[in-house]
């Protein structure tokens, strides 16, 4: 077996998921704790490949020997979360543990995934929001985040997305499908929310930045279709910052993460 393992973690504090020499990444943080429980070096693999800055509320990853399919301990299942949370930095919280087959990949067997990003509709600065939720340039009006809102309905579906990936990405394939686009007002807060199969480079901060310059008025609701369509960069809005960007949480098929869905809510 493998052990699969949901945790948050403060993205401000790493240089992304992906270990680097001479860098603080996630992946390596949860390395070190593996090794200090288990006491032996294990391979951890994530579920995806977030950004320096990103926020993860529910990244999953799996837990093998090093080289090995599954993992062979005498550590009980249960005892992991309390265990493994010991030797975490108090930006990284272990949520939930369980076990898999050694054939479960946690990128490649996910449904879906679910990115929120924080914009706060007040462009005041706020202390509370640093490495947070993005500030913009002007307030945002209720009609705004409607104009907003009818926007995003319409990245609903299957698309080319190519005008939402940054360069510096090998993929060649950038058709992509998501499920539900939703932007939604709480507590000051405005949360552009997708759900999908995949995610381009950047995409959904891509996305983010093009609806907000809608909600600034500068492009309209029923020219998002034609930007999609355009299948080039530059049709769409800005890249925004990374630190406002949240994996809110991974799908996988019924049943295999039986046991492992508490949740961390959002700040």
């Given at each position: 077996?493998?052990?699969l393992?949901k945790i948050?973690?403060?993205?401000?504090?790493?240089s992304?998921?992906q270990a680097?020499?001479g860098?603080n990444t996630?992946?390596?943080?949860?390395n070190?704790?593996?090794?200090?429980l288990?006491g032996?070096d294990?391979d951890?693999?994530?579920?995806s490949r977030t950004?320096a800055g990103?926020n993860a509320?529910?990244f999953?990853a799996?837990i093998?020997g090093?080289?090995?399919?599954?993992?062979?301990?005498?550590?009980?299942?249960?005892?992991v979360?309390?265990?493994?949370?010991?030797?975490?930095?108090?930006?990284?919280?272990?949520i939930?543990?369980?076990?898999?087959?050694d054939?479960?990949?946690p990128r490649y067997s996910a449904?879906s995934?679910?990115y929120?990003?924080?914009?706060?509709?007040s462009s005041?600065r706020?202390?509370?929001?640093?490495?947070?939720?993005?500030v913009p340039?002007r307030?945002?009006s209720k009609?705004?985040?409607?104009?907003m809102?009818s926007a995003?309905?319409t990245?609903v579906?299957r698309h080319?997305?190519?005008s939402?990936?940054?360069s510096?990405?090998s993929v060649?394939?950038c058709v992509r499908e998501i499920?539900?686009?939703?932007?939604?007002?709480r507590d000051g807060?405005?949360?552009?929310t997708?759900?999908?199969n995949?995610f381009?480079y950047?995409?959904?901060r891509?996305i983010?930045?093009?609806?907000?310059e809608?909600?600034y008025?500068?492009?309209?609701?029923?020219?998002i279709?034609?930007?999609?369509?355009?299948?080039?960069?530059p049709a769409?809005?800005p890249?925004?910052?990374p630190?406002?960007?949240?994996?809110c949480d991974?799908?996988?098929?019924s049943?295999?993460?039986?046991?492992?869905?508490d949740?961390?809510?959002?700040?």
């Amino acid at each position: 077996m493998k052990i699969l393992i949901k945790i948050a973690y403060d993205g401000s504090a790493f240089s992304g998921w992906q270990a680097q020499p001479g860098k603080n990444t996630v992946q390596q943080t949860i390395n070190a704790a593996a090794k200090q429980l288990f006491g032996f070096d294990c391979d951890v693999t994530g579920c995806s490949r977030t950004d320096a800055g990103v926020n993860a509320l529910g990244f999953y990853a799996c837990i093998a020997g090093k080289g090995q399919p599954g993992l062979e301990t005498g550590i009980p299942v249960s005892a992991v979360r309390p265990a493994l949370n010991r030797f975490l930095p108090p930006e990284v919280a272990l949520i939930s543990a369980c076990a898999v087959p050694d054939s479960f990949h946690p990128r490649y067997s996910a449904v879906s995934k679910t990115y929120s990003y924080l914009i706060s509709e007040s462009s005041l600065r706020n202390p509370f929001y640093e490495n947070r939720v993005f500030v913009p340039s002007r307030d945002l009006s209720k009609e705004d985040t409607e104009r907003m809102s009818s926007a995003a309905e319409t990245l609903v579906g299957r698309h080319d997305f190519s005008s939402y990936m940054n360069s510096g990405s090998s993929v060649t394939d950038c058709v992509r499908e998501i499920y539900s686009a939703t932007v939604t007002r709480r507590d000051g807060i405005c949360a552009v929310t997708l759900k999908g199969n995949g995610f381009l480079y950047n995409m959904v901060r891509i996305i983010s930045g093009t609806l907000l310059e809608v909600g600034y008025g500068r492009i309209l609701p029923g020219d998002i279709p034609s930007v999609t369509d355009a299948c080039s960069r530059p049709a769409a809005g800005p890249t925004l910052p990374p630190y406002a960007l949240y994996l809110c949480d991974v799908e996988y098929p019924s049943g295999i993460t039986d046991g492992s869905q508490d949740v961390c809510r959002m700040p």
